[in-house]
């Protein structure tokens, strides 16, 4: 009989725990999330992991923890059917619902884009932000200070801090928003990136990834030049040379650049002149896209110290400097 009472409670104590296992696993698929406010805006980058598509939910406000959808994901096989898109949630939605949202690829069908292209300056980028007839204008009477405030930002200058990609949002959306996710989708690319840096790498930090990586961008003429031109700068770092690249010069100029890049322009002397200053200028001079990123992240392949444009849109590389006054003559001085 003892023997029997003991099974019996046993299997009482079995059910138990299945039962709470159960009601926990239940809460956490079908009870609503928690939002501070509604509606939000998010969106899954393309080609995006589980892990990271989870993160950008976090930054967004979806997602309080992340452990309990990615397990959610991998035990229904959704985990590799997320879409890409931007998204609204105009309602609470538990968890079950929001990665059926996103496996469905149930966009917010009244979204308009913006084309962030690389390349451009923060100047140039509120200019196009302030000019777009769909969004809703937060930011114009904003100093830059209080524009990064505004977002979340931690850094002192905005310069080269939003991601160049084509951000989709709904009519009326607050510009601040589509700065909050460039910003957010630059810092998740470059961490990413400086994570998978050779850990030989000369630069001290992913800022200073960031400001390289804008002079790669502004010197590049030809995407299949871009490592090369990264390899030469970061080559010039590690001997203690200055970098001596136009376009830092023509952005320390500011409104005083008419077009010409004058001798004496290159002698005057401004925070961002690499022909009278060593190492990195104090900021970014322009936004840089991904693969800028990836070039300045490794060690330098090659011996090259100067390059200069054949004017076919690819540059030609040198080791030497007498090397280099040789392609100048070939490529620049025979062209005048």
């Known amino acids: 009989m003892?023997?029997?009472?003991?099974?019996?409670n046993v299997i009482r104590s079995v059910l138990i725990a299945l039962a709470l296992i159960l009601a926990f696993i239940s809460y956490h698929l079908f009870s609503n999330l928690s939002f501070d406010k509604l509606p939000i805006e998010f969106e899954v980058d393309q080609g995006s992991s589980l892990k990271h598509t989870t993160a950008k939910l976090k930054q967004a406000g979806v997602l309080e923890s992340d452990w309990a959808f990615i397990l959610l994901a991998r035990v229904t096989g959704k985990a590799k059917r997320i879409k890409f898109g931007n998204y609204l949630l105009e309602?609470?939605?538990?968890?079950?619902?929001?990665?059926?949202?996103?496996?469905?690829?149930r966009t917010d069908q009244s979204q308009i884009q913006i084309r962030i292209i690389e390349?451009?300056?923060?100047?140039?980028?509120?200019?196009?932000?302030?000019?777009?007839?769909?969004?809703?204008?937060?930011?114009?009477?904003?100093?830059?200070?209080?524009?990064?405030?505004?977002?979340?930002?931690?850094?002192?200058?905005?310069?080269?801090?939003?991601?160049p990609d084509t951000y989709y949002f709904s009519t009326g959306s607050s510009d601040l928003s589509v700065y909050k996710r460039a910003y957010q989708t630059l810092h998740s690319h470059l961490e990413a990136a400086w994570q998978q840096r050779d850990?030989?790498?000369?630069?001290?930090?992913?800022?200073?990834?960031?400001?390289?990586?804008?002079?790669v961008e502004k010197e590049t003429g030809r995407a299949s030049d871009r490592p090369m031109i990264a390899t030469v700068f970061l080559n010039r770092l590690r001997r203690g040379?200055?970098?001596?690249?136009?376009?830092?010069?023509?952005?320390?100029m500011g409104d005083a650049f008419d077009g010409n890049l004058r001798r004496r322009d290159l002698t005057a002397d401004t925070p961002y002149n690499t022909y009278t200053r060593y190492g990195l200028p104090p900021t970014p001079i322009a936004l840089p896209g991904l693969e800028s990123i990836q070039a300045v992240m490794h060690v330098p392949v090659g011996k090259q110290l100067y390059f200069v444009a054949k004017g076919d849109g690819t540059s030609h590389f040198s080791h030497s400097l007498i090397e280099h006054n040789q392609a100048v003559i070939q490529y620049q001085l025979k062209r005048k």
């Open 2 to 8: 003892m023997r029997r009472t003991n099974k019996l």
């Open 199 to 215: 850990p030989k790498s000369l630069l001290s930090s992913p800022y200073d990834a960031l400001i390289l990586a804008s002079i």
């Open 119 to 163: 390349g451009i300056t923060f100047k140039e980028l509120r200019k196009q932000m302030d000019a777009h007839p769909k969004l809703r204008h937060d930011s114009s009477a904003m100093t830059e200070a209080e524009l990064l405030q505004s977002i979340g930002a931690t850094e002192q200058a905005a310069e080269g801090l939003f991601f």
């Open 241 to 252: 040379m200055r970098l001596q690249t136009d376009p830092t010069v023509i952005y320390g």
């Open 91 to 105: 309602k609470p939605v538990s968890r079950y619902e929001l990665l059926e949202m996103i496996s469905e690829g």
